[in-house]
């Protein structure tokens, strides 16, 4: 696609249940990570894919929260037994990956706000 | 210590006014910089990037400073439409997926 895709863009839930946030990188990144964002704060690395490799998953949080990216194109960040402080954007970015020129650019989708009832 | 500090701001400027964000990082093995700009509600969107030589695209200049660990940022002629929170970015050469942000400086640019 021509940009980052990212849906829902609003996802408004109770505590306790379980959510799925998607992500489609622009065509031919082979390079897709998950941020959050929480209100006034900066940027929180979650987890990043490379192509075929093992993802680093060194910024989840805890054990609730895991991702899976399918075929090296669409990602699903999913939360289980959300909590309050899971409040936050979710925001996803691609990046052409390791070797291509522009590897380390970032574009970024429009993120998903995650409210947590 | 944070990997990247910024002023938080706000830096409230009149129209037409020169304002300048510095940026400070801690790893010196750090590789690549960036400026981002995010409106509010909005996703980051890269402004520039940062070379070693300094850059400049339009009113926009950037600079490093590599022995003192810290990026700088320049707008001249600010515009209404500068009004933004604008992230510095550092890349480590030890781990290239690893992109660090500040927390980010407010600007607000006031006719």
């Known amino acids: 696609g021509a940009g980052v895709s990212q849906s829902p863009s609003n996802k408004v839930t109770e505590k306790g249940k379980d959510v799925e946030l998607r992500c489609d990188p622009i065509?031919?990144?082979?390079?897709l990570y998950w941020y959050r964002q929480s209100l006034g704060q900066g940027l929180e690395f979650l987890i990043y894919?490379?192509?075929?490799?093992?993802?680093?998953k060194s910024g989840l949080p805890s054990d609730r929260f895991s991702a899976e990216r399918t075929g090296g194109s669409v990602s699903t960040l999913t939360i289980q037994r959300t909590q309050q402080e899971d409040s936050a954007v979710y925001l996803c970015?691609?990046?052409?990956?390791?070797?291509?020129?522009?590897?380390?650019?970032?574009?970024f989708g429009a993120g998903s706000r995650l409210t947590v009832l | 210590r944070k990997e990247v500090e910024q002023d938080p701001g706000p830096f409230n400027v009149p129209e037409g006014a020169t304002v300048a964000f510095n940026c400070t990082y801690s790893?010196?093995?750090?590789?690549?910089f960036f400026w981002y700009r995010q409106d509010c509600r909005k996703e980051p969107k890269l402004l520039m990037s940062?070379?070693?030589s300094g850059n400049e695209d339009g009113r926009f200049t950037a600079q490093l400073n590599r022995a003192s660990q810290y990026i700088s940022l320049l707008i001249r002629d600010s515009k209404l439409s500068d009004s933004a929170t604008y992230l510095c970015?550092?890349?480590?050469?030890?781990?290239?997926?690893?992109?660090?942000f500040g927390s980010g400086t407010k600007l607000n640019v006031k006719p």
């Open positions: 940062v070379y070693s």
């Open positions: 970015a691609s990046s052409p990956g390791l070797g291509s020129s522009g590897a380390n650019v970032l574009t």
């Open positions: 790893n010196s093995a750090s590789q690549s």
């Open positions: 065509s031919g990144h082979t390079a």
């Open positions: 894919f490379q192509g075929n490799s093992a993802p680093d």
């Open positions: 970015v550092v890349n480590p050469r030890y781990n290239f997926n690893k992109f660090y």
